[in-house]
């Protein structure tokens, strides 16, 4: 079993930034795929990024390309999620996940592991 402990969320104003970091509880996270998740109130849980295990290939839903960049430490167990130029629509809990395969997908039923979620809300 896999913990994910996201941290790093908070209150911004748009156009500003933010990095989550979402730490796993054991060394066997460094054979996994990552990524990211968000639900706003009242929507669907929609993809974010993700990121392979060597972190040599990444995925970016359309609507953070450009803004988001997802990267990740082994050495520390450690995936992040830098986030500049931050709208109101960014507002949501973001969640990471992993799953035991070295490839990444953008489908939420094909991740193992979730963590706990932490809050993004930018502010107009």
């Known amino acids: 079993q896999v913990q994910l402990v996201e941290s790093g969320g908070g209150l911004v104003q748009a156009g500003g930034s933010l990095r989550l970091s979402c730490g796993a509880s054991?060394?066997?996270?460094?054979?996994?795929?990552m990524g990211w998740f968000r639900q706003a109130p009242g929507k669907e849980r929609e993809f974010v990024a993700a990121?392979?295990?060597?972190?040599?290939?990444?995925m970016y839903a359309d609507s953070v390309k450009g803004r988001f960049t997802i990267s990740r430490d082994n050495g520390k167990n450690t995936v992040y999620l830098q986030m500049n130029s931050l709208k109101p629509e960014d507002t949501a809990v973001y969640y990471c996940?992993?799953?035991?395969?070295?490839?990444?997908?953008?489908?939420?039923?094909?991740?193992?592991?979730w963590g706990q979620g932490t809050q993004v809300t930018v502010s107009s």
């Open positions: 996940v992993a799953k035991e395969s070295v490839a990444i997908t953008t489908h939420s039923r094909e991740y193992d592991y």
């Open positions: 054991r060394r066997t996270y460094s054979g996994y795929g």
């Open positions: 990121i392979s295990w060597s972190g040599s290939r990444t």
